[in-house]
């Protein structure tokens, strides 16, 4: 009981979840995304899933504190730069990213009226994802979205066990909101269209830190900031002016 009553263990607990649910709101944008492309009856059960397989990838993480190490240390050089393996798991993860936003906003912008308004006929409707292949991709995805955050929580703390609560409180906490903003980003498509932009520039940005040009992320927040309040702006404007 003594260690509740340790104010030090709940600053780094709230600073860490926190940090969690902030640095995590590009994995509900992706998840959202993905959960969409599943049946109807399958989403809620899709997204729960996903983000309890996000969870575990990122416990398992913080539990392989030693291989987190071994990632910051060089394992070659191309060109005279060393090359870790944070930079391939970055590179990687980033060039994934862009492919799969990339492929659903060509898909968008392709999609033939019938599909952008629901009205599925044979050969028309909306394609639908494995459920086991979403899932699958929502984990990958994870590890790269998490890798900065789990390497920050150990650097704040050397307490294991905050930095899993903290997991954990950030993981509910976008359960919770995590069909709210599925379903705000499918009934708005110009949000979506947003959104897979987001996750492409994300995606860049992994790429460029990935060949050691620091990227900071004060300067992509503010640019996904802006340009949210920009389409909430439009959202508004466009239900003003259909009245």
Partial sequence: MDVLLQPDLWAALITLTVLEIVLGVDNIIFLSIMAN??????????????????????????????????????LFAVFGLPVTG????????????????????WG?????????HGDEKPGLGKATASFAGVIVQIMILDIVFSLDSVITAVGMTDRVY?????????????????????RF???????????????????????????????????????????TVVELLNLRLRKVRAL
């Fill in 37 to 74: 492309k599943l049946p109807e009856h399958q989403r809620a059960l899709g997204r729960t899933l996903g983000l309890a397989g996000a969870c575990v990838t990122r416990i398992l993480l913080l539990v392989s504190l030693a291989w987190l190490a071994h990632l910051t240390k060089p």
């Fill in 86 to 105: 944070r930079d391939l798991v970055l590179f990687l993860g980033g060039l994934f990213l862009i492919y799969k936003s990339g492929i659903e906003l």
């Fill in 108 to 116: 968008d912008l392709q999609a033939r009226p019938a599909e952008t």
């Fill in 162 to 182: 905050v930095m899993i609560a903290a997991i954990v409180i950030a993981i509910g906490v976008m359960m919770f909101f995590a069909g709210a903003v599925a």
């Fill in 185 to 227: 980003v499918e009934d708005h498509p110009t949000v979506k269209v947003l959104a897979l932009a987001f996750l492409i520039l994300i995606g860049v940005a992994l790429v460029i830190e990935a060949l050691g040009v620091h990227v900071p992320k004060a300067y992509i927040y503010f640019a996904v900031g802006f340009s």
